[in-house]
């Protein structure tokens, strides 16, 4: 069983930046690919960004790309997601998943394992 344990969220103002760490213990065959998704108030959860066991390859949705970055250190079983540029509609709470697999996936309902999420909100 994986167990997941996100951090970093927070207040913070548009144009800021943060960085979110998600903590992983557990059998790490289950880690081939870590994600983030976030949800908002009132909408469906949705995909940010994910990354495969190498870090090698990454993919972001495209309302993040040029801002928020991806990577990962898998001596901690470890998924970070750095934020920079933030707008008050990236207020969301956000949740790592991590699924086994060579394929990223951007479908939640692919992913095996959730942290409980952690809270950001961007004031204007």
């Known amino acids: 069983q994986v167990q997941l344990m996100e951090s970093g969220g927070g207040l913070v103002q548009a144009g800021g930046s943060l960085r979110l760490s998600c903590a992983a213990s557990g059998p790490t065959a289950s880690m081939d690919i870590m994600g983030w998704f976030r949800q908002a108030p009132g909408k469906e959860r949705e995909f940010v960004a994910a990354?495969?066991?190498?870090?090698?390859?990454?993919y972001s949705t495209d309302s993040v790309k040029g801002r928020f970055t991806i990577s990962r250190d898998n001596a901690k079983n470890t998924v970070f997601l750095q934020m920079n540029s933030l707008k008050p509609e990236d207020t969301a709470v956000y949740y790592c998943?991590?699924?086994?697999?060579?394929?990223?996936?951007?479908?939640?309902?692919?992913?095996?394992?959730w942290g409980q999420g952690t809270q950001v909100t961007v004031s204007s």
């Open positions: 990354i495969n066991r190498s870090g090698l390859t990454t």
């Open positions: 998943a991590v699924r086994s697999g060579f394929i990223l996936k951007m479908t939640s309902t692919t992913y095996d394992y």
